[in-house]
T-cell receptor, first 112, second 111 residues
């Protein structure tokens, strides 16, 4: 079956570092994506991994291990505006075109 | 640059009424387009996707339908809404890496 698991909620302090984990089991794999979604708004694209390793983009980094079906999103120097839900999604090409399977998201609360 | 529009932003409809949500994309041609629904406390559920005019793939059997009458227009419809159709409806298009760029969404409440 198709399954993506993320923790439901995390709390961290302003200025700290937080790691949000994502594990996946899908029929096929052609990329893992992270999105940020503030309450009441649409998700916005953060990062994309298709090969194993770390991708860094400013304060945000994303890691992928395809053999373990595992990814994490690392947020450094947390700011209050980082309070949001973070969605992990896998692109599954087994249908012949690109379908995306989303996790339910991790709600991150950043405390002052 | 590419822009995606959705309307209306919010909608309150009675059970059994029809629905039409519209999505248009600017700044790109022949995009892959997607409709998602996000129900309270649940993940994004892919409803439909389209790789071209008149080409619609349905992911979840239900009382919704989609159409793509023009290259950059994607419409979500229903003849009779159910209570379970309430949710946040998002249109998206696929970028360079087929990452999803989402429109602002329509929040639908069915009473």
């Amino acid at each position: 079956g198709q399954n993506i698991d993320q923790p439901t909620e995390m709390t961290a302090t302003e200025g700290a570092i937080v790691q949000i984990n994502c594990t996946y089991q899908t029929s096929g794999f052609n990329g893992l994506f992270w999105y940020q979604q503030h309450a009441g708004e649409a998700p916005t694209f953060l990062s994309y991994n298709v090969l194993d390793g770390l991708e860094e983009k400013g304060r945000f980094s994303s890691f992928l291990s395809r053999s373990k079906g595992y990814s994490y999103l690392l947020l450094k120097e947390l700011q209050m505006k980082d309070s949001a839900s973070y969605l992990c999604a896998v692109r599954d090409p087994t249908s012949g075109t690109y379908k995306y399977i989303f996790g339910t998201g991790t709600r991150l609360k950043v405390l002052a | 640059s590419q822009t995606i529009h959705q309307w209306p932003a919010t909608l309150v409809q009675p059970v059994g009424s029809p629905l039409s949500l519209e999505c248009t994309v600017e700044g790109t041609s022949n995009p892959n387009l997607y409709w998602y629904r996000q129900a309270a406390g649940r993940g994004l559920q892919l409803l439909f996707y389209s790789v071209g005019i008149g080409q619609i793939s349905s992911e979840v059997p239900q009382n919704l339908s989609a159409s793509r009458p023009q290259d950059r227009q994607f419409i979500l419809s229903s003849k009779k809404l159910l209570l379970s159709d309430s949710g946040f409806y998002l249109c998206a298009w696929g970028g360079q890496y087929n990452e999803q760029f989402f429109g602002p969404g329509t929040r639908l409440t069915v009473l």
